[in-house]
């Protein structure tokens, strides 16, 4: 398949996306017995950065913990609004932690980006209700590297399943997941990844996607198998846009998802 370079690839995204910020879920290095700490991150990858009052409505479904026993929310707790942690501590084991921000219509016009539908704003150049959601692998313990919990489908509209435990994975590894649309592959899905520290450049104030370190598209059954060529601390992207159902409502309905990991012993 066709590869392109970082930076062509950077220059790409950054003019096709309508905005640059996405959702990723960040968990701190965790023993058994220990209560678990997860980040909300939402900005310039990967520095955290307080969620603006404006948008806190659209996070008001909180970061869940998904266990064999289900899905238990977590709970707000730490000094900035991104902080999150489990209700009690965490056994031994491979889990995941989601976050979601709740669909949402944005409208573009000269006057630039706004919380609205076309209705709201007639003279509107663009408009999508924006749908996002993050998903992070923990291995909580250091020998940790089942794949029960976190090869299956949480249900988010759009999802990146893993088909492997990254614990399993080592540098220059293929690690294989699926991109899911609605619960069903998503043939061609584009899949770019990156990792912490290799797009090191200022995007405070242009907003653009960080430079991605991988591209390929998921096969016709919306698997891809990604290349980690470092240790580190991962992002995988997947976006997918489709016609909003009513289109004197909005143009398009988008998607965007984010699965994280770390590749190598994470730091204590």
Same mark, same amino acid.
């Given at each position: ?7 062509? /690839? ?64 977590l709970v707000q707790k730490g000094e900035h609004n991104y902080q999150y942690q489990s209700k009690k501590a965490v056994k031994d084991g491979s889990y995941l932690v989601t976050a979601e921000y709740q669909p949402t219509f944005w409208s573009k016009n000269k006057a630039g980006w706004k ?113 980690? /060529? ?39």
């Amino acid at each position: 398949m066709k590869k392109y370079s970082a930076f062509a /690839l950077a220059a790409l995204l950054a003019a096709a996306s309508a905005h640059a910020h996405r959702v990723w879920v960040e968990t701190a290095h965790t023993h058994g017995g220990e209560i678990l700490k997860a980040e909300l991150g939402y900005g310039e990858f990967p520095d955290m950065e307080p969620i603006a009052k404006d948008r806190l409505h659209i996070f008001r479904k909180p970061m869940q913990l998904i266990t064999e026993k289900g899905k238990e929310d977590l709970v707000q707790k730490g000094e900035h609004n991104y902080q999150y942690q489990s209700k009690k501590a965490v056994k031994d084991g491979s889990y995941l932690v989601t976050a979601e921000y709740q669909p949402t219509f944005w409208s573009k016009n000269k006057a630039g980006w706004k919380q609205a539908s076309i209705k709201e704003m007639p003279d509107a150049d663009y408009c999508e209700q924006t749908r996002m959601y993050g998903k992070n692998i923990v291995n909580v313990g250091h020998e940790s590297a089942d794949t029960k919990i976190i090869t299956r489908p949480v249900g988010q509209g759009l999802e990146i399943v893993p088909l492997d435990n990254p614990a399993n994975i080592h540098v220059g590894d293929r690690f294989k997941v699926r991109v899911l649309f609605n619960g069903e592959p998503l043939p061609g899905a584009v899949v770019t990844a990156t990792f912490d520290g290799f797009d090191n450049s200022d995007r405070s104030k242009t907003h653009k996607v960080e430079a991605q370190a991988f591209y390929d598209k998921a096969g016709d059954d919306g698997t891809v198998d990604i290349i980690p /060529l470092r240790q580190g601390f991962w992002k995988v992207n997947v976006e997918h846009k489709a016609d909003f159902p009513d289109q004197k409502v909005c143009q398009k309905l988008a998607s965007y998802t984010t699965l994280t990991f770390q590749i190598g012993h994470q730091a204590h």
